[in-house]
Nanobody, 121 residues
C-alpha cells in the first residue's frame, strides 16, 4: 500500500513563499507521476503541477506558471512544490497524488492527507 505524507503548509502574507513536501513510501517511486492538486471548499479540485515518473516532464496550471515549481528527489522518495509570489487566491488545501506512468488530469491512485495553505494579510 502506497503512502503519501505532506508537510510544509501554513499561513503567509501575499507575496510570500512556502514549500510543500510530499514523502512517499512503499512503492516504486521513480515510476510514478506526482501531482499537486488544490481545493477550495465548494470548488472543483484543480491540478496545479505535475512531474512525470519516467522522463521528469513538468506541467503547470496557467494560474501558477512562473510562480510555482514542482520537483522530485527519487533517491529520497520525496516531491516538492515551491510556491512564490503567493496570492490570496492560492489559499486552499493542497494534496499530493501519485499515479503510475505519465501525468494526467485525473485517475490518481494515491493521495496525501492534504495541507492547508492560507495567504492573507
Amino acid at each position: 500500500q502506497l503512502q503519501l505524507v505532506e508537510s510544509g503548509g501554513g499561513s503567509v502574507q501575499p507575496g510570500g513563499s512556502l514549500t510543500l513536501s510530499c514523502a512517499a513510501s512503499r512503492f516504486h517511486f521513480p515510476y510514478y507521476a506526482i501531482a499537486w492538486f488544490r481545493q477550495i471548499p465548494g470548488s472543483e479540485r484543480e491540478r496545479v503541477a505535475c512531474i512525470d515518473g519516467e522522463d521528469g516532464a513538468l506541467l503547470y496550471a496557467d494560474s501558477v506558471k512562473g510562480r510555482f515549481t514542482i520537483s522530485r528527489d527519487n533517491a529520497k522518495m520525496m516531491a516538492y512544490l515551491q510556491m512564490k509570489s503567493l496570492k490570496p487566491e492560492d489559499t486552499a488545501v493542497y494534496y499530493c497524488a501519485a499515479r503510475r506512468g505519465a501525468c494526467a488530469l485525473d485517475l490518481y491512485d494515491y493521495w496525501g492527507q492534504g495541507s492547508q495553505v492560507t495567504v492573507s494579510s
